[in-house]
């Protein structure tokens, strides 16, 4: 049996957010693998995400295009590298589908100067509540500086924030969940 990655944050090649939040992680990771649900939360308003394909599997696709408020897309395409059911999610958009070198690198006009990046987003049960983790690795100290200047903190703290809305109303009464 292979053991699980141990990521730990390089501060000066890494981003880190950290929450823990009054709703079930199987709530939390459902809003991250279903693609209507994170169209509906994963770029902070005013940007909207237009499209979204996931195939929830080491080497599957993570594609995404968001609009800006003036209507102009931006679509990202990544590779996931790790799925581990309700507790990890690992993906870069340095490959595409398949481990293959990504041949169309990251818009520098929405990623501010950033090449490509590895995202892990972790999830572990707190009471009944849950402890998320978005770490986003580098390659560089001057990469890690443009994306924390352009934002980093604040957008994904904000979509975030959007994802917790939209899995409470998940949660509500007479709501369908997955």
């Known amino acids: 049996m292979t053991r699980p990655i141990i990521y730990r944050p390089d501060p000066e090649l890494d981003l880190v ?10 709530l939390v990771w459902l809003a991250w693998t279903t693609p209507e649900h994170l169209k509906k939360w994963f770029t902070p308003a ?13 080497g599957g696709i993570f ?12 679509p990202h395409l990544g590779c996931y590298l790790e799925v581990i ?11 595409e589908p398949g481990f293959r070198p990504n041949r ?15 995202a892990v987003i972790s999830l572990a049960t ?5 402890k998320y983790t978005a770490l ?18 604040d ?11 939209l899995v409470r109303s998940l949660e509500a009464p007479g709501a369908a969940s997955s």
């Open 17 to 26: 957010l950290e929450r823990t939040v009054d709703v079930p992680k199987h």
């Open 46 to 58: 005013p940007w909207k995400t237009v499209d979204c394909e996931i195939d929830l599997r080491p």
């Open 63 to 74: 594609r995404t295009v968001m609009r800006s408020p003036e209507g102009q897309e931006f």
């Open 85 to 95: 059911e309700r507790e990890r999610l690992v993906w870069t958009d340095a490959l």
């Open 104 to 118: 169309h690198p990251t818009d520098s006009a929405v990623g501010g100067g950033i090449s490509a990046f590895t």
């Open 126 to 130: 707190h009471g009944k509540g849950t």
């Open 136 to 153: 986003a690795m580098h390659k560089t100290e001057a990469e890690r500086k443009s994306h924390e200047a352009m934002g980093f903190h």
């Open 155 to 165: 957008g994904w703290g904000k979509a975030f924030d959007q994802l917790v809305d």
